[in-house]
């Protein structure tokens, strides 16, 4: 345990921590049940599971965004950065660094791929001058963006829209990450692309990620530690390696490719 524990980056407080949370729908649908996990500063971690198995919902509980599908936190408690955020809203998280990617990407089809990004730091109202400063910070992360910067986000491919929801991400200053499936449709090597730039935000931003991933495969590549769900509740935890060469992936679900 306390060998997971490093993995994590726990040695001070985690960043992130969930205790014992329950969401339920329409108030009668149950969703997640008993979900307790942590995410240490500096950290990716992933949230592995077949496609109903609860990912979308905790992601959703985290930021708040649960309300807004008829979903809500019955029991538990979230922990972000030392304080209960249980019932926070959205915008209260993205002010204090957490921000949500959600899954199928959602970019503004008829804005510029460089409008999309800069949607992400409206609730900062930052200086014209600190914008500039913090698109160039996007591009250089994604050079490819640059390139589409007065693109119609809704003309370039899937890949590209993924990079734009990330680095829309990126424009509100973020501390933890919540990616959710990210590889959806892509080609591998896409994925493979977007998860190195992951890897890269992580190493020399600081940054931390939870990761909702169905390709287990990749996922656990690039995870520090992972969850793994089944109907709503975790059913292994450990460091990345550790699940990866366990029984833990094909008792749940048959994941990976
Ligand atoms: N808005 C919703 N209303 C009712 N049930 C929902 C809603 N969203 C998800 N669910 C249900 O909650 C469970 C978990 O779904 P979800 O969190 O989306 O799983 P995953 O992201 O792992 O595919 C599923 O049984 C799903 O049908
Ligand atoms: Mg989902």
């Not at 496609?51 to 922990?79: D, H, M």
């Not at 899954?103 to 409206?122: D, I, K, M, P, Q």
């Amino acid at each position: 345990m306390s060998q997971a524990h490093e993995k994590l980056n726990l040695a001070s407080e985690p960043l992130l921590q969930l205790d014992d949370i329950e969401v339920i729908y329409e108030k009668v649908i149950f969703a997640i049940k008993h979900i307790s996990l942590q995410v240490g500063p500096q950290s990716i971690v992933a949230l592995l599971g077949a496609n109903g198995a609860g990912k979308s919902t905790i992601l959703k509980a985290i930021s708040g965004l649960a309300p807004a599908q008829r979903g809500e936190i019955v029991q538990g408690k979230i922990v972000y950065s030392g304080k209960d955020i249980t019932q926070a809203t959205p915008g209260q998280l993205v002010a204090q660094g957490l921000v949500q990617v959600l899954e199928g990407r959602h970019c503004f089809g008829h804005l510029t791929v460089e409008e999309n990004l800069l949607t992400g730091a409206f609730i900062r109202r930052p200086s014209s001058k600190a914008l500039a400063q913090d698109l160039e910070r996007v591009y250089a992360f994604f050079p490819r963006l640059k390139l589409l910067r007065k693109s119609y986000a809704g003309y370039t491919s899937g890949g590209e829209q993924q990079m734009v929801a990330i680095g829309r991400a990126l424009m509100a200053n973020p501390k933890l990450i919540l990616l959710d499936e990210p590889s959806m449709g892509l080609a591998p090597q896409i994925v493979e692309e977007i998860f190195e730039i992951v890897h890269q935000l992580q190493q020399t931003q600081g940054l931390s990620f939870l990761l909702a991933e169905q390709n287990a495969t990749v996922a656990l590549r690039y995870a520090n530690y992972a969850y793994v769900l089944e109907s709503g509740h975790i059913t292994h935890h450990g460091d990345a390696q550790t699940i990866a060469s366990s029984q833990a992936l094909s008792d749940s679900y048959l994941g990976g490719r």
